[in-house]
T-cell receptor, first 110, second 112 residues
Framework: EDQVTQSPEALRLQEGESSSLNCSYT??????LFWYRQDPGKGPEFLFT???AGEEKEKERLKATLTKKESFLHITAPKPEDSATYLC???????????FGTGTRLQVFP | NAGVTQTPKFRILKIGQSMTLQCAQD?????MYWYRQDPGMGLKLIYY???????DKGEVPNGYNVSRSTTEDFPLRLELAAPSQTSVYFC???????????FGQGTRLTVV
């Protein structure tokens, strides 16, 4: 069964304090791994897609990386506006389903 | 483009009542999804559709039904509401061959 586990559940950072969020996955064959950002009371918003081990994607202060078992979302010098829940999802080869993890709730304090 | 539109935004149901959550997209996307999100939890897939007339079960389909008569609309039906169905429901759509899914703003449902 396809499974996604995210850690930590919650993370509090001081503004400028870099850190990483983890997404471990188990799929029969990975078609794609996705990162989304979700603000309170809103629907998730797409950030990145990663397809194969070794791939990296960047957007402003965020960088996503992928290995054969996990993905990391690195946040460099975060700002308070980066506070949100970050969700990881996977799609298996031959499947149309997007399976999500439980998310990491990030709070960045000034 | 409005994107993905969900109605209503909020609803309170009594146990045993029925209702339909509406989802419409104007991007001509073939793929549409229904998720529920419980407090502190991730998104659980209820049902999905790969095109008009085609639907399939997700991770937690019990107590729900869907139909997809047009490309634009993907309503979710709750027949006999139960307190366990109290949740926030999100609809999403995706274009064939694309990886980005677009989500609606959600429907917050409370069953009392």
């Amino acid at each position: 069964e396809d499974q996604v586990t995210q850690s930590p559940e919650a993370l509090r950072l001081q503004e400028g304090e870099s850190s990483s969020l983890n997404c471990s996955y188990t799929v029969s064959g990975l078609r794609g791994l996705f990162w989304y950002r979700q603000d309170p009371g809103k629907g998730p918003e797409f950030l990145f897609t990663l397809y194969s081990a070794g791939e990296e994607k960047e957007k402003e202060r965020l960088k996503a990386t992928l290995t054969k078992k996990e993905s990391f979302l690195h946040i460099t010098a975060p700002k308070p506006e980066d506070s949100a829940t970050y969700l990881c999802a996977v799609q298996a080869v031959g499947s149309d389903k997007l399976i999500f993890g439980t998310g990491t709730r990030l709070q960045v304090f000034p | 483009n409005a994107g993905v539109t969900q109605t209503p935004k909020f609803r309170i149901l009594k146990i045993g009542q029925s209702m339909t959550l509406q989802c419409a997209q104007d991007m001509n996307h073939n793929y549409m999804y229904w998720y529920r999100q419980d407090p502190g939890m991730g998104l659980k897939l209820i049902y999905y559709s790969v095109g008009a007339g085609i639907t399939d079960k997700g991770e937690v389909p019990n107590g729900y039904n869907v139909s997809r008569s047009t490309t634009e609309d993907f309503p979710l039906r709750l027949e006999l509401a139960a307190p366990s169905q109290t949740s926030v429901y999100f609809c999403a759509s995706r274009k064939t061959g694309d990886t980005e899914a677009f989500f609606g703003q959600g429907t917050r449902l409370t069953v009392v």
